[in-house]
């Protein structure tokens, strides 16, 4: 049974960054330790030199400079602008030589540039791939699957005898005195009745 101790180590959250520098910087992983020791460093690799190009993404501009990549791990939470400002900061260089992101800035950017190599291959003139699973799931034949599971469930209602059988009528009652229909009035309010033509006599014109 794992200990209390080993519990808390392996729920312990750590806050991921990957750091990169344009430039020679001497004792720079001590610089980056330093400058983040408030946020207690948890482990900071050794600088990882990538090749050297006459453009970076990351640094536009500049040329043919040498970029050292280091993976950072902080104990306490803080933002890429923070560490960013804070290993400039510490390492006396310009701003724009520092770049700084986290874990899920680094999968985003990944994601965005995951096509960035042209394949050559149309594909809008590509057919989409065969999808043998979406047809159980939204096809004709589950809707036809679906209907017998609720037949099978169909239930008839019962009638039960209860202890008001007694002052509840048996049968639906019927009305005692049938409607005469000789007595309905079936004149029309307009047009049925012709309307007398007032004289000058009856509205007192002399």
Do not use: W
């Amino acid at each position: 049974m794992k200990s209390f101790n080993e519990y808390l180590t392996e729920s312990k959250k750590v806050y991921e960054f990957k750091i990169k520098l344009a430039g020679d910087y001497k004792k720079a992983g001590e610089m980056i330790k330093s400058a983040l020791s408030q946020y207690k460093v948890e482990s900071c690799s050794a600088g990882k030199r990538l090749p050297i190009a006459e453009t970076h993404a990351d640094f536009p501009h500049v040329t043919n400079t040498n970029i050292t990549m280091f993976d950072v791990c902080t104990a306490y939470p803080v933002t890429s602008q923070q560490v960013r400002a804070l290993i400039a900061e510490k390492c006396r260089c310009p701003l724009d030589s520092v770049r700084v992101r986290n874990l899920a800035e680094t999968k985003e950017e990944e994601l965005n540039h995951a096509n960035d190599e042209k394949s050559g291959e149309a594909l809008l003139s590509k057919d989409y791939e065969a999808q043998s699973e979406g047809q159980k799931l939204v096809g004709e034949k589950q809707k036809f699957n679906l209907l017998k599971e609720l037949m099978k469930d169909k239930k008839t209602l019962e009638q039960y005898k209860g202890v008001n059988d007694a002052i509840l009528a048996s049968k639906t009652p019927t009305e005692s005195a049938p409607v005469d229909s000789a007595k309905i009035n079936t004149k029309s309010p307009v047009g049925s009745v012709k309307v007398k033509k007032p004289t000058a006599k009856t509205v007192g014109v002399k």
